[in-house]
């Protein structure tokens, strides 16, 4: 079992940042890739960001490469999300996920990843 809790979640306006945090627990960090995804309002989860078991090798949705990054401290047992130059568009609930198969670089599928945290708000106003 693996225990995912995001946090750092809020309100910024469109062009600010934040940084997301997804602590876990349970089975050890550095076994399984993790990804982040989101779900707006109205529409489907889909994908945002995903990053190896190891921290090098990562995966980008196009409609954040350049302005986000994921990384991770496995130390930490965390991973994080920074989010630069906000829109609007990118409000939505974000979801750290676990994929705990080590033997595939990270995927943008849903299906391959094992437990999901409860997600986190980010609202970027106009």
């Known amino acids: 079992q693996v225990q995912l809790v995001e946090s750092g979640g809020g309100v910024v306006q469109a062009g600010g940042s934040l940084r997301l945090s997804c602590a876990a627990s349970g089975r050890p960090f550095s076994y399984y890739h993790m990804g982040w995804f989101r779900q707006a309002p109205g529409k489907e989860r889909e994908f945002v960001a995903a990053?190896?078991?190891?921290?090098?090798?990562?995966v980008y949705a196009d409609s954040v490469k350049g302005r986000f990054t994921i990384s991770r401290d496995n130390a930490k047992n965390t991973v994080y999300l920074q989010m630069n130059s906000l829109k609007p568009e990118d409000t939505a609930i974000y979801y750290c996920?676990?994929?705990?198969?080590?033997?595939?670089?990270?995927?943008?599928?849903?299906?391959?990843?094992?437990?999901w945290g409860q997600g986190t708000q980010v609202t970027v106003s106009s």
């Open positions: 990053i190896s078991w190891s921290g090098t090798s990562a």
């Open positions: 996920a676990a994929d705990l198969t080590q033997y595939r670089t990270p995927t943008p599928y849903e299906y391959d990843y094992n437990y």
